[in-house]
């Protein structure tokens, strides 16, 4: 046993050696010829070239586009709250949530009994206060007559008296009929002063009767309010929305029973920054009247709707920045107020502008242009405006048609050479593609199948592409080729 394994090991090691002679024995020969071959010319270092996406500059006059999100208010609402305690006695059957109105449409109607009473009582009141008015007048027409007669009276004792005296003056006179005229002439005086009292009266108490007349028209107007105020009316057309009113519920005075919003009026509210609002001014300061887009987004489909800039807000809310915007809808359609909406509003135009990606544009504010023998150069540009992912800017190194590097990376820089991709390339480069019908495409699915000397690899390939509904052109002519042969 032991001669065994001394034997198979002086096997192993004389297989070992020969291989570790045979090794040297090639080591050897391929050091002769190398030397054999005589000194190479080291290899020459080639330039890397790198690849990316350009662009062509367009410089044109553009209008730019501000983006902002807002939420949809109603320009034109009213409370709709009670104006008087009382219960509900009916209830206008739109008078409900979502309900449509027309202007004028009766909405709720409170008892109107303790109205209409005391709208009886002023009406009354006010009879009476006419009657003692008409008293009053005639009155006063009855003093003024007295008046009358008491001064034609006094006149002709005054007349009797001057008679009288031109009697005693001749001689032929009495001295008891002189005073018994002047005591008469006293009288008469006394009846005028009376009579004068009695006018003065009457003419206070048609004052009064006027006075008490107005108060009893004011009172009589009042209840009428008050009546009125039974019942709520709809200013405008509109949809009700909070509604909180139900029959025979008794309510309070200034409660709120629901809100009336005209569908047809509204508009959005958004924020943009000082920056952003300086641009929507004019010289003088002023809103210029802008265009916008309000889109509501609903998944598959967007609601969309104009609108125009009409006004900013008065003050900076104390906790926030920039300025609040009102646009009016022109047409608002399916929209609601509530809804986050989000809005594009057309800026003032811009003259020689180009619009490029944004990442075409560098920490530093320079752009890689496309030079000759495509080496790339750092221009300086001036950003103007962003939205979105892109940009728009002005410099007076670049024109129309120049290409710069549309997604600059960490490794492109200044003088290095770049193999440009453009998109018109890549679009010529895409093969061409058929779409199969039914039969034609099962025949060659089949044919593929039943090829049994086809690699699986290929094979599955192969399947994979017949699966799409467009499959590549040479794909489809090889394998008809093939079937038929």
């Keep these: 046993m032991r001669f065994l394994t001394r034997s198979l090991m002086g096997l192993f090691l004389a297989a070992l050696t020969f291989g570790l002679l045979a090794a040297a024995g090639f080591v050897v020969k391929s050091a002769l010829d190398a030397r054999g071959q005589g000194p190479s010319r080291p290899a020459a270092a080639r330039e890397r070239v790198f690849a990316a996406n350009v662009v062509a500059l367009d410089f044109t006059t553009r209008t730019p586009e501000l983006t902002a999100y807002g939420e949809i208010r109603a320009a034109r609402e009213l409370e709709l709250r009670a104006p008087a305690a009382g219960t509900i006695a009916e209830l206008s059957p739109n008078f409900e949530e979502g309900g449509s109105v027309s202007a004028g449409e009766l909405l709720v109607q409170l008892d109107p009994a303790e109205a209409k009473a005391a709208r009886d009582s002023a009406v009354a009141s006010k009879a009476e206060a006419e009657s003692a008015l008409a008293l009053a007048g005639r009155s006063l027409d009855l003093a003024r007559d007295d008046l009358v007669a008491a001064t034609r009276q006094a006149d002709l004792r005054r007349s009797a008296l001057e008679r009288q005296r031109s009697i005693d003056a001749k001689g032929f006179g009495k001295q008891a009929d002189t005073e018994v005229a002047e005591l008469a002439v006293s009288t008469a005086d006394q009846a005028v002063l009376s009579r004068r009292s009695a006018l003065s009266s009457a003419e206070a108490g048609l004052d009064q009767a006027k006075n008490a007349l107005r108060r009893a028209e004011i009172t009589l107007?009042?209840?009428?309010?008050?009546?009125?105020?039974?019942?709520?009316?709809?200013?405008?057309?509109?949809?009700?929305?909070?509604?909180?009113?139900?029959?025979?519920?008794?309510?309070?005075?200034?409660?709120?029973?629901?809100?009336?919003?005209?569908?047809?009026?509204?508009?959005?509210?958004?924020?943009?920054?000082?920056?952003?609002?300086?641009?929507?001014?004019?010289?003088?300061?002023?809103?210029?009247?802008?265009?916008?887009?309000?889109?509501?987004?609903?998944?598959?489909?967007?609601?969309?709707?104009?609108?125009?800039?009409?006004?900013?807000?008065?003050?900076?809310?104390?906790?926030?920045?920039?300025?609040?915007?009102?646009?009016?809808?022109?047409?608002?359609?399916?929209?609601?107020?509530?809804?986050?909406?989000?809005?594009?509003?057309?800026?003032?135009?811009?003259?020689?502008?180009?619009?490029?990606?944004?990442?075409?544009?560098?920490?530093?504010?320079?752009?890689?242009?496309?030079?000759?023998?495509?080496?790339?150069?750092?221009?300086?540009?001036?950003?103007?405006?962003?939205?979105?992912?892109?940009?728009?800017?002005?410099?007076?190194?670049?024109?129309?048609?120049?290409?710069?590097?549309?997604?600059?990376?960490?490794?492109?820089?200044?003088?290095?050479?770049?193999?440009?991709?453009?998109?018109?390339?890549?679009?010529?480069?895409?093969?061409?593609?058929?779409?199969?019908?039914?039969?034609?495409?099962?025949?060659?699915?089949?044919?593929?199948?039943?090829?049994?000397?086809?690699?699986?690899?290929?094979?599955?390939?192969?399947?994979?592409?017949?699966?799409?509904?467009?499959?590549?052109?040479?794909?489809?002519?090889?394998?008809?080729?093939?079937?038929?042969?």
């Excluded at 809804?339 to 544009?361: G, K, R």
């Design 221 to 485: 107007s009042e209840a009428e309010r008050k009546l009125r105020d039974t019942e709520i009316r709809a200013e405008f057309a509109g949809q009700l929305s909070g509604i909180s009113a139900v029959k025979g519920r008794v309510v309070s005075n200034n409660e709120m029973l629901g809100t009336l919003i005209d569908p047809a009026a509204l508009e959005v509210s958004f924020r943009v920054s000082t920056a952003q609002f300086a641009r929507l001014t004019d010289a003088r300061g002023a809103l210029i009247p802008a265009r916008a887009q309000v889109r509501l987004d609903l998944g598959r489909d967007m609601l969309t709707a104009e609108a125009v800039l009409v006004r900013a807000g008065a003050a900076v809310e104390t906790g926030l920045t920039g300025r609040l915007l009102f646009a009016r809808l022109e047409a608002p359609g399916a929209f609601k107020p509530g809804d986050f909406v989000t809005v594009t509003l057309d800026e003032p135009a811009l003259e020689n502008v180009a619009q490029v990606p944004a990442a075409a544009v560098g920490a530093d504010g320079t752009v890689l242009l496309l030079g000759p023998e495509d080496r790339l150069a750092a221009v300086p540009v001036e950003v103007l405006h962003r939205q979105g992912d892109s940009v728009l800017i002005r410099a007076a190194d670049l024109a129309s048609g120049q290409e710069i590097v549309a997604e600059r990376t960490p490794l492109l820089g200044a003088r290095l050479k770049l193999r440009p991709l453009r998109a018109g390339a890549d679009q010529a480069a895409a093969p061409a593609t058929v779409v199969l019908d039914a039969e034609r495409r099962a025949k060659l699915i089949a044919f593929v199948e039943g090829n049994s000397r086809m690699p699986a690899e290929t094979k599955a390939r192969m399947l994979a592409q017949l699966a799409q509904e467009a499959v590549p052109a040479d794909v489809v002519a090889r394998l008809e080729e093939r079937i038929g042969g």
